[in-house]
């Protein structure tokens, strides 16, 4: 019996130590200085094949859209731009239609930083799916020095 339960134990701690955190997205983060006084942050999504994200200006009842925040301490220059062309196309998941990205996802967001401020910090949130199946919303921290 004390075998059985020393096997069993092991067992359990081998199927948990395999098992991955599935993440089809990842994402990066830059800043880069312009010729003004201006800064351009840039968070970029590398999207797994037969994945989605969805873009900020997605519609109501359908997926979550990408949301930045932005930490005070900077003074935002518009809104965040979406760089990469988005897709346009009815969802079988939400039956609407949908603004997506597939394969890499650009987003850009020009700033002046506040006096003595050295980096650029918040959030961003965003769900993605394929065909079949959506991940819930996740939000993913950034603090980018510049």
């Given at each position: 019996?004390?075998?059985f339960l ?54 109501e009842g ?55 401020q050295s ?28």
């Amino acid at each position: 019996m004390r075998t059985f339960l020393i096997v069993s134990i092991f067992s359990l701690f081998g199927t948990f130590s395999s098992a991955q955190i599935f993440k089809p997205i990842n994402w990066s983060f830059e800043v880069n200085q312009n010729k003004d006084d201006t800064y351009t942050f840039t968070a970029t999504a590398k999207i797994d094949e037969n994945w989605v994200v969805y873009s900020q200006h997605t519609g109501e009842g359908g997926p979550i859209p990408l949301e930045f925040t932005y930490d005070d301490g900077i003074a935002k220059i518009g809104e965040t731009e979406e760089i990469s062309p988005a897709i346009k196309k009815m969802s079988k998941l939400f039956e609407m239609e949908v603004i997506q990205f597939k394969n890499e996802a650009v987003f850009t967001q020009k700033f002046i930083p506040n006096k003595g401020q050295s980096s650029i910090k918040g959030y961003l949130t965003f769900m993605c799916c394929d065909s079949n199946k959506c991940l819930p919303p996740t939000d993913v921290d950034f603090d980018v020095a510049f």
